[in-house]
C-alpha cells in the first residue's frame, strides 16, 4: 500500500506490485529470525530511479517498521530480478 500510494502520489506509471515473502524461522521457534521479501514492479515505463525510490518506500513503511523490531536479522527488501 505503501508503494501504491508513493507511485500514485508522485504520477509514476505503476501499473501493479506483487510481493514473494519469505520467513527464516528456526525450528521450534515461533518467532522468524527474518523476513525477505521480493517485490516485483509492474510498470515498463517505470524508470530505474523510479524503481530504486519505490524501493526505499517499501523500506520506510510503517508495517515494514514494526515487523523489524522483534526480529533479529529483520526484513530484507528486494526488487525481482537485482
Known sequence: MTVRTFADNSKWPLEGVTCRVREHVRPGEHVPQGIELELRLVGPLLTQAQRERLL???????????????????????????
Open 56 to 82: 526505499r518506500a517499501a523500506n520506510s513503511c510503517p508495517v515494514h517498521n514494526m515487523f523489524c523490531g522483534g526480529m533479529v536479522d529483520g526484513i530484507k527488501t528486494s526488487l525481482e530480478g537485482l
